[in-house]
């Protein structure tokens, strides 16, 4: 949020939707308005899981299920008035479907008050698979994020 002051950061994929195993190749260009000392750039792939409890809209939950984060470029000052371009790969884990979305109408136990045991549980869930890449800098990290599909 707010990294548009500092520069921009472009994300384009091969493709953007995936099996498990496969390789998920990306072209990142960095555009900076000033120079900026940065930790590094770093591309994630994050999976989180959306719950719907008992069909309430207004009841949902996130979880972040699975989050992987690759080193594209390290600690240093980044110069601005130019296009810094990067590729990546990155393989998609074989199991990264297994055990993920479980039983939709998983129960989930809270105690109320007296210590009774009160039961929810999740009408519908799915999982919502993003790739972020992120210039960590000071202040403002400059991101920029991608929706994709792992089916």
């Known amino acids: 949020m ?33 120079s900026v000392q940065a930790s590094g750039l770093v591309v994630q ?21 699975f989050d992987f984060s690759m080193p594209i470029d390290g600690a240093k000052e980044y110069p601005a008035g130019q296009a810094l371009n990067y590729d990546f790969s990155l393989k998609i884990p074989d199991t990264i479907l297994q ?11 809270i105690t109320g008050a007296g210590g009774i045991r009160l039961g929810a549980s999740f009408s519908s869930q799915r999982v919502d698979w993003q790739v972020i890449v992120r210039l960590d800098s000071p202040g403002f990290d400059i991101t920029r994020k991608v929706q994709v599909s792992i089916t």
Do not use: C, S, W
């Open 2 to 34: 707010f990294g548009f002051f500092k520069g921009k950061i472009t994300l384009t994929l091969e493709k953007y939707q995936f099996a498990p195993g496969e390789e998920m190749k990306g072209h990142i260009v960095l555009e900076l308005k000033k």
């Open 45 to 65: 792939l994050v999976g989180t899981r959306r719950m719907v409890m008992n069909n309430d809209r207004n009841n949902i939950r996130h979880e972040t299920i």
């Open 99 to 109: 055990n993920i979305l479980g039983d939709t109408t998983a129960q989930i136990g």
